[in-house]
């Protein structure tokens, strides 16, 4: 079967996957991995960059020479740390950050990679960045994530009229960043501010997609109380089955681009702003994708039948079904 014939018959009901029906499954597969995540930060700190810890940055000019394993092997030797971040700037430039240093640790590293890259040793810069502005960025990011989850809820509260969906988005937002955050401290991959700004950008894509299925669950939900063929949760299946097709095709087309950006960025530059920000995308793009079909709609409709009028027009279909099968059931053994 093609796609768009799979995408026809989800639209038309004639295909259907029972997504809110099994939410308890989803729902804990993500609280399995929001709980590893939680242990990673315990067990093994997030991996900030220079920006956030502060450190000792030397950029080299001029050089014909891109090999990151010299600018190691340089550091390495005068330092003993060979934990270095080495990353190609421009097409003639190279710049390495280390661990803070000592005055006479800088001076000997600058020669040493005047050296090892053949340049005049005014061709190596130094400088030291401190942890504040890390710490700034940090705060000021963080800021901004609470300002725009109390904004965003209030726009979907107005837009779709119930809180329900409101929550079901944010719940999926968060799920999103927490996903993100437990692939970065995992992978031991740097957090920088490129990466900071990924995480940001991805706030967007998120509602993007969640709020494309969140208005088929509001269209197909509507005066759902006015008839007795399906419960609430059934209509809610529906627009995510019929909104299904478009998500995948959607984040395909999202993640392609991202995802050669990030190979480029990995293969051919080596860490570097470029492999942050394409990594962060990439990986909350795809959660996001996840998150919008098995998180956010079965989490809505999960708390909206909390609600007296949801729930009572579900034990009204499902006690007319029970009722309407019994009577089958008689009339087959009569026959």
Known sequence: MSMYSLGNNLYSGEKSFNIIGKRKIWYSIALVFIALTALLLIVKPI?????????????????????????????????????VRVSEVGSNSIRVQTAELSSEETQDVRDGLAEAYGVPPEDVAST???????????????????VFIVLVSLVLWIYFRTWTIAIGAIGALLHDLAITVGVYVASGFEVTPATVIGLLTILGYSLYDTVVVFDKVRENTKGFAEQT????????????????????????????????ILVIGVLFQGAGTLRDLSLALFVGMLVSAISSIFIASPLAVTLGERQADIKEHTESVLAAREKAALVNEVKEKKA
């Open 229 to 260: 063929d399906y419960t609430y949760a059934e209509a809610a299946n529906l627009a995510v089955n019929q909104t299904l097709i478009r998500s995948i095709n959607t984040s395909v087309t999202g993640l392609l681009p991202v995802g050669s």
């Open 47 to 83: 991996n900030f960059g220079i920006d956030f810890r502060g450190g000792s940055q030397f950029t080299i000019s001029g050089t014909a020479n891109s090999s990151q394993q010299d600018a190691i092997d340089v550091v390495a030797e005068y330092t003993g740390d060979a934990n």
């Open 128 to 146: 030291f960045i401190g942890p504040t502005w890390g710490a700034d960025v940090s705060q000021q990011a963080l800021q901004s994530l609470v």
